[in-house]
């Protein structure tokens, strides 16, 4: 038997993040603050420098269907009257025409978009690797369809999925899924460090030394001094001031401190690429930028391969762009030896769909893949993934075990995906497959949306078995109160009394701060800002699986954070607490002993 399909069932993807808090509590996305402080003058902003770095961005493309925005549905979890598919072209073509009518796609109708795995069909021929060949002759592709037909299939129809089993078709169809961020706030590294209150304002930016002036932030004037940088090492303005993210309380936690003056780290993920898909502030056009406020300067590459098409708000989104410049800055404090590209997948409001992600994804595998001779081209690569898809509870098309069963083994016998994995979103699930079966590291974020002590499952796609899921600690080494389960623990930061939203309260700019973490951004003079959620967690294991390529270029990191933290990893459902990663221990698991 083929391969087949299917499982609707509403979920919303979203970035899992929060510029302090986390804050995606059940159902309900809880607004955080408003960005605070930001300045009336973008010129005041730090702004990247050219680099001699060489990128090959993934080619930007403008969205095929011409839309500015996309329409979701009233839950917000998936994007009006678009489908997936997934398959055999000829197979595609045949239940278009089959349900062309019903499905108000007329015969020679293109889809809104498409992605082919034809390009590298003759690297999968050679059987050089387990990926079954099925791959290299499906594509996807988006389709709009008529709006009742949809409301048919939200309600239970499964006609088109008795059509697609009697007939041995290799289709599968899919939602496309909103991709989107908790409401986020910020607490950006302003606070005066003279007062010590938060909401103050940012070293003197032309100076950055101290004994310059700070703007008093309520009337504008001059007020209060830069503090020494090396008086607390590890609070925010002096992580801004020095560059030294290393010196904050969540690398202390994962046994990563900050190599010694004059020396440099033994293995720093050196011929490691990781890309982060996420937002980006910066344009792919350009494709290089240099970093310059971090310590070393961070070379970046950005990459859009698909237009993010806007997602039609219910109400104004604050500006998170910064997010992935975020992640990515705590990548290359882990890791300040790799090779790190931004892959634009979600808007200026952290939001997307799922299509895009696939895309990029898929793309993203290609360009990799194509012209090596390797069995796992991508062996040392990992994928960052601060992302996630919550479940909004619309119900999949009740089909009965005898069907189910059916899809499973066709799914498996096709694309090698084991039988006994969940069908929903069974369309994100390839190219991840994909990406494993080609040497890949994925690391994804569990979720927020939990009040301790109920910590939820893991989201997709840190529920999947190819992905290592990555839950949020506090500094004392606990679950952070918002974080979902995960099968390891990173740092994520913490929230004040009943999990409320207390960053702003809580953190000063010039006293350590572990209720969140520090990193990049690049809207404001210092370029530092304090964040927390499970998206910041999970750079710091992407961090950690470079290390590991770069010091054990044999070793899989899987396997290593598996042995290391104790292989009884929590389940998505499981009660106990995930292991905390331990980045010198996990080094030396794997390093030859003398």
Aim: a negative charge; charged letters at 15%.
């Amino acid at each position: 038997m083929r391969n087949r399909t299917r499982i609707f069932r509403v979920i919303c993807v979203f970035l899992i993040s929060v510029l302090s808090l986390v804050a995606c509590n059940g159902d309900e996305n809880i607004p955080l603050l408003e960005l605070q402080s930001s300045p009336a003058d973008p010129s005041t902003f730090p702004q990247p420098v050219q680099t001699e770095k060489l990128c090959s961005p993934l080619s930007a493309a403008a969205s095929s269907n011409g839309l500015a925005t996309y329409a979701v549905m009233d839950d917000q979890s998936i994007i009006a009257n678009h489908l997936i598919f997934f398959g055999y072209a000829a197979d595609m073509d045949q239940l278009v025409l089959e349900f062309g009518d019903a499905l108000g796609i007329a015969e020679d109708t293109e889809p809104l978009d498409q992605i082919s795995f034809e390009a590298i069909n003759d690297y999968f021929e050679l059987g050089e690797n387990s990926l079954p060949i099925d791959y290299a002759r499906s594509e996807f592709r988006l389709y709009q369809v008529d709006p009742d037909y949809f409301s048919t299939l939200l309600g239970g129809n499964t006609d088109i999925f008795a059509y697609i089993r009697e007939n041995d078709l290799q289709v599968f169809i899919d939602f496309n899924y909103l991709t989107s961020s908790p409401v986020s706030s910020s607490s950006f590294v302003t606070a005066d460090p003279a007062s010590g209150e938060p909401g103050g304002t940012n070293p003197d930016p032309a100076s950055g030394e101290p004994g310059g002036t700070n703007p008093d932030p309520a009337s504008g004037e001059p007020g209060g001094t830069n503090p020494d940088p090396h008086e607390n090492p590890g609070s925010p303005t002096s992580i801004a001031m020095t560059g030294n993210m290393r010196a904050q309380w969540a690398f202390t936690a994962i046994n990563w401190p900050a190599p010694a003056p004059g020396e440099n780290d033994i293995f720093s993920g050196q011929e490691v690429k990781v890309a982060v898909f996420d937002t980006s502030p910066y344009p792919a056009q350009k494709s290089a930028y240099g970093i310059h406020w971090a310590s070393p300067q961070l070379d970046l590459c950005v990459s859009q391969p698909y237009s993010v098409v806007a997602i039609d708000p219910f109400e104004p989104l604050p500006d998170i762009s910064d997010h992935g410049l975020f992640v990515a800055g705590l990548i290359h404090a882990a890791a300040p030896g790799s090779d790190i590209e931004i892959v634009r997948v979600l808007g200026d409001d952290g939001r997307g769909d799922s299509f895009t992600l696939i895309k990029a994804l898929s793309l993203y595998a290609l360009r990799e893949a194509a012209g090596s001779p390797a069995a796992t081209p991508l062996k040392n690569h990992v994928i960052n993934l601060s992302l996630g898809i919550e479940n909004k509870g619309v119900s999949i098309p009740q089909i009965d075990d005898e069907m189910e069963d059916y899809f499973r083994q066709l799914r498996e016998e096709a694309y090698g995906i084991p039988y006994d994995e969940p069908l929903h979103a069974v369309n994100l699930r390839f190219p991840f497959q994909i990406l494993r079966e080609l040497g890949a590291t994925i690391v994804a974020a569990s979720g927020n949306d939990s009040q301790s002590p109920n910590h939820q499952p893991l989201q997709l796609p840190a529920a999947l078995k190819d992905v290592i899921g990555v839950a949020g600690s506090t500094v004392d080494g606990d679950m952070s109160c918002f974080s979902n389960m995960g099968q390891v623990l990173a740092p994520g930061g913490d929230a004040g009394q009943n999990c409320a939203e207390r960053i702003h309260d809580l953190c000063y700019s010039n006293t350590p701060c572990t209720y969140g973490l520090v990193s990049l951004t690049h809207r404001f003079p210092m370029g530092y800002a304090v964040w927390y959620g499970t998206s910041f967690s999970t750079p710091l294991v992407s961090g950690l699986a470079a290390l590991i390529l770069d010091a054990c270029p044999t070793a899989s990191p899987y396997a290593i954070l598996t042995n290391q933290l104790n292989a009884n990893l929590a389940s998505a459902g499981g009660l106990a607490p995930p292991p905390m990663i331990n980045i010198a221990d996990a080094l030396a698991t794997c390093l030859p002993h003398p």
